[in-house]
């Protein structure tokens, strides 16, 4: 069989949203959240070659930008020889329509190009289900009563499903597939809820690595753990979760989880089909909060990361917060020494394994079932508790004396109760 190898022709694209001033810069599009939108495009595989914004105090109904906007962006277009228009925030199923009329273009908005990458980017069934579910509840209002859903089949970014499953045209039929799907999640999230019994059972302590998107959380499971779960410069390059573990100095044994990025303006739809990876990271004992400490725009990442956490019902879970990318942190950039909502703050680099150790303590400190060391005494008539001291603690150091054996070891507050007649400097 020969192999031909097609290339397909980069897309050309036009940015365009509209500047509200509201004073919500999550919200609003800023040139952040545009070089953003940039970035996205181009993980999606499209080069941006325009960008227009647009002052106004909000978006118009029926075209998103005023009419003589569009008329500048039609000719933009034009000239620049656009094949694709991505407009910053979410459009509405009649600005979608209206504007691909008028530009004779493909126009996509801001949540389908994310959808778009995590379609690419998703590997296991599970991230393959949640995508094409959060898809089509977004495609479903967008199909009523317009022209537009032949302009939606075919290639090209925001056109493609994660399986062979073309969008359907037919709504009912789309219904159907939505119900499909959520069976199916239902029956992955059964099979994730005995994996997390699993854990439970063997007394691990599970830590979520959550954050902003390319902050480095998989490059610091990876530099941890001996992971190798795939890092890249690119935007949500994970989409599943992957879990690995290590041991603490004092044995507690650690489970830690990679978890899917977040970024702002993240499509509702996709929060809702994640909700069971996600749970991930709203059942672990302790949060690691990894933010790109390199990156100015920090502490907007940081907001829109604790927002997401509070709605996922993780908002009251101890959090480590890890400022990434030391080795590349601008020396003109400040980080603050702690932050409200974070129980500890530590700089790290995941590339030069800067600052790991302190990290290391963090988790330590925070996550449940933290370990001391106290001198014991055992007299010598308890052959058996040293024993059991023996296999089941970790022993600093060990001494003998005429009338018993000392033993430092590390306990937990629950096995400190249960030695606590034996601590030496009881006497
Ligand atoms: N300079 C520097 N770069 C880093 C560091 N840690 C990670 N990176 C780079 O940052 C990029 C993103 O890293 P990832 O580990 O994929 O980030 P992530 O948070 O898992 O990203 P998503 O899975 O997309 O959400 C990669 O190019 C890494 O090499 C660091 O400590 N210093
Ligand atoms: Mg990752």
């Given at each position: 069989m020969v192999l031909v190898e097609t290339k397909q022709e980069q897309e050309r694209a036009v940015l365009a949203g509209v500047h509200t001033g509201s004073g919500d810069p999550l919200k609003d599009t800023t040139e952040e959240s545009i070089a953003e939108l940039a970035r996205l495009a181009e993980t999606a595989g499209a080069e941006t070659v325009g960008v227009l914004i647009q002052n106004r105090p909000s978006?118009?109904?029926?075209?998103?930008?005023?009419?003589?906007?569009?008329?500048?962006?039609?000719?933009?277009?034009?000239?620049?020889?656009?094949?694709?228009?991505?407009?910053?925030?979410?459009?509405?199923?009649?600005?979608?329509?209206?504007?691909?009329?008028?530009?004779?273009?493909?126009?996509?908005?801001?949540?389908?190009?994310?959808?778009?990458?995590?379609?690419?980017?998703?590997?296991?069934?599970?991230?393959?289900?949640?995508?094409?579910?959060?898809?089509?509840?977004?495609?479903?209002?967008?199909?009523?009563?317009?022209?537009?859903?032949?302009?939606?089949?075919?290639?090209?970014?925001?056109?493609?499903?994660?399986?062979?499953?073309?969008?359907?045209?037919?709504?009912?039929?789309?219904?159907?597939?939505?119900?499909?799907?959520?069976e199916a999640l239902s029956e992955v999230r059964k099979h994730r809820e005995l994996l997390r019994a699993g854990r439970k059972s063997d007394k691990s302590i599970t830590v979520a690595l959550a954050g902003y998107t390319n902050a480095g959380k998989s490059t610091l499971l990876n530099i941890l753990t001996g992971a190798e779960v795939y890092a890249e410069d690119k935007l949500f390059a994970t989409l599943d979760p992957t879990v690995r573990g290590f041991s603490l100095e004092d044995g507690r044994q650690i489970l830690m989880i990679d978890t899917v990025g977040f970024i702002r303006k993240l499509p509702h739809h996709l929060i809702e089909a994640f909700k069971s990876t996600l749970e991930e990271i709203s059942l672990a004992d302790v949060i690691v909060h990894v933010a790109d400490g390199s990156n100015p725009e920090y502490l907007q990442h940081i907001q829109v990361v604790s927002g997401i956490l509070a709605e996922l019902g993780a908002g009251d879970k101890p959090v480590v917060l890890a400022f990434n990318k030391a080795d590349a942190?601008?020396?003109?950039?400040?980080?603050?020494?702690?932050?409200?909502?974070?129980?500890?703050?530590?700089?790290?680099?995941?590339?030069?394994?800067?600052?790991?150790?302190?990290?290391?303590?963090?988790?330590?400190?925070?996550?449940?079932?933290?370990?001391?060391?106290?001198?014991?005494?055992?007299?010598?008539?308890?052959?058996?508790?040293?024993?059991?001291?023996?296999?089941?603690?970790?022993?600093?150091?060990?001494?003998?004396?005429?009338?018993?054996?000392?033993?430092?070891?590390?306990?937990?507050?629950?096995?400190?109760?249960?030695?606590?007649?034996?601590?030496?400097?009881?006497?």
């Open positions: 978006p118009e109904n029926a075209t998103y930008l005023g009419e003589g906007k569009v008329e500048e962006l039609l000719a933009a277009c034009q000239s620049l020889e656009a094949t694709l228009v991505i407009f910053d925030s979410e459009l509405s199923p009649i600005q979608l329509k209206n504007l691909e009329k008028i530009l004779g273009l493909r126009v996509i908005d801001r949540s389908m190009l994310i959808l778009d990458i995590f379609a690419r980017h998703a590997h296991s069934s599970e991230g393959k289900i949640q995508v094409e579910l959060a898809q089509l509840r977004y495609m479903l209002p967008r199909l009523m009563g317009i022209g537009t859903q032949l302009s939606r089949l075919g290639a090209g970014i925001g056109t493609r499903g994660p399986g062979e499953t073309r969008l359907e045209t037919d709504r009912r039929h789309i219904r159907r597939r939505i119900h499909h799907l959520q942190k601008p020396e003109d950039l400040e980080l603050p020494a702690s932050l409200p909502g974070a129980t500890r703050t530590v700089s790290i680099s995941a590339h030069t394994g800067y600052g790991l150790p302190d990290l290391i303590d963090a988790i330590a400190d925070v996550a449940p079932g933290k370990k001391q060391a106290f001198t014991l005494k055992i007299p010598f008539t308890q052959g058996a508790l040293l024993s059991e001291l023996h296999e089941n603690h970790p022993i600093l150091n060990e001494d003998y004396e005429p009338d018993g054996t000392l033993v430092e070891v590390l306990l937990d507050a629950k096995e400190y109760n249960r030695f606590k007649p034996y601590l030496k400097d009881k006497e």
